[in-house]
């Protein structure tokens, strides 16, 4: 197992004093194979925004329901696919943190790049865990080199510790994350803006304009009072004294919120591969609605795909290439997503078929609808 060394990166939050030209230096660093910066940025950022929260929660919200199963190639020699399709569902069902593991491997699609180690059981190649190796861990010798273990997790490393690749699962991607952290500098500093701007311009300006006659030392006392007054709202003037206001609100018009809505927008569309450009899509159950739902699906459909390609490559090969030496994979690995039911579609097809003299099996018809179901009692029946 890999000995992870990083106690002296928990006392450094990237975000503080984060500058443009310091994230394109650590993306620079990144094209040369030194992340280590890079995406410990990437994890105090994924925790820092709640848009970027909710875009990777509802990106990866399809893991949740993911089913998976083992299927046999077409035209496959039947005994032998039944053979190799118990093993691998014997192996898989060993593995104690599947969900865990499929989960961060998921992670790669924003990160870039995600890595699991193998735990060994000690019999064959078979395993008991899937330990996740946090991205901040790895460097390449530049941009093509081979993956290497960074214990220290320093970004000035260069060489590393050197791995064996099949002792890993591993999925690489295009960094959603590239496009999403400049989103989120901009977002970060038009909000720091903001708050200088409602703190010095927001509340209209007070001016007190004393009575006639009144002496330098008297002008003292009233700017005084007039600080008071300022600060509460509330208070007593002189005689004659009276009270003008600057009404700021024309300076105070900035287009801050603009550019904070324009910045969400830009990274939901960054984390659903542009198919969506907010999270909430509003009309539930009419056509926004249902579009909003398909787009989900389909990134779904195409993530789960990617995973099970990692797991047939890191895992299948390896397994049947120890138990079944010299024969043909002809069972795989994959990964299914839950399809939904059209429950009104369903009960009218239901209706159609007692119409035609048949009757659906009331299990069936229960776990496909997800009711509850009883029979109405015939009247005058026993």
């Known amino acids: 197992m890999l000995a992870k060394k990083q106690s002296w990166r928990d006392f450094y939050n990237p975000i503080r004093g984060l500058t443009m030209a310091r994230l394109i230096s650590m993306e620079d660093q990144a094209e040369r194979g030194q992340y280590a910066d890079l995406q410990w940025f990437y994890y105090f950022m994924e925790k820092s925004d709640v848009t970027i929260m909710s875009a990777i929660a509802r990106r990866l919200s399809f893991l949740d329901s993911l089913d998976w199963e083992i299927r046999i190639a077409e035209n496959a020699d039947p005994v032998l696919g039944q053979e190799q399709s118990d093993f691998l569902r014997y192996a898989y069902d060993r593995i104690a943190n599947f969900k865990q593991a499929t989960h961060f491997l998921a992670l790669a699609l924003f990160r870039g790049f995600s890595h699991v180690e193998k735990v060994y059981t000690g019999y064959g190649d078979l395993i008991s865990r899937l330990e996740p190796i946090e991205p901040w861990f790895w460097i390449k010798k ?9 214990a220290d997790s320093r970004s000035s490393e260069l060489q590393g510790q050197v791995i064996e690749r ?33 703190e010095t311009s927001a509340n209209p ?4 304009v004393g009575p006639p006659g009144t002496t330098p030392e008297k002008e ?65 159950g009419t056509l926004a609605g249902g579009a909003h739902s398909d787009s ?68 069936q018809l229960e776990e496909k609808t997800g009711l509850k179901l009883n029979e109405i009692p015939v009247p005058g029946g026993n």
């Not at 002792?167 to 720091?192: D, T, V, W, Y």
């Not at 300006?205 to 007190?208: E, T, V």
């Not at 801050?256 to 591969?273: E, H, K, L, N, P």
Request: net charge negative; hydrophobic share 40%.
């Open 205 to 208: 300006s007070i001016f007190f």
């Open 296 to 363: 989900l699906l389909a990134l779904a459909k195409s993530d789960a795909a990617r995973l099970s390609e990692v797991y047939q490559r890191d895992l299948d090969n390896e397994w049947l290439n120890t138990f079944f030496p010299h024969q043909p994979h002809v069972a795989y690995f994959s990964f299914e997503i839950p399809q939904k039911e059209d429950v009104n579609a369903l009960l009218a097809s239901v209706g159609n078929l007692s119409w035609a003299g048949y009757r659906v099996d009331m299990a």
């Open 142 to 150: 530049g941009m093509f080199g081979e993956w290497r273990f960074n």
């Open 220 to 284: 003292l006392e009233y700017k005084s009072v007039a600080e008071q007054l300022a600060s509460n709202g509330r208070g007593y003037l002189p005689n004659g004294t009276e009270v003008k206001t600057v009404d700021p609100a024309q300076r105070s018009r900035m287009p801050f919120q603009d550019r904070i809505s324009y910045c969400d927008q830009q990274i939901v569309m960054a984390a659903t591969g542009g198919l969506l450009t907010m999270l909430t899509e509003s009309g539930s």
């Open 166 to 198: 099949h002792n890993f699962c591993i999925l690489e991607s295009g960094p959603l994350h590239r496009a999403i952290g400049r989103h989120f500098f901009s977002k970060q500093l038009a909000m720091a803006d903001w708050d200088v701007a409602l």
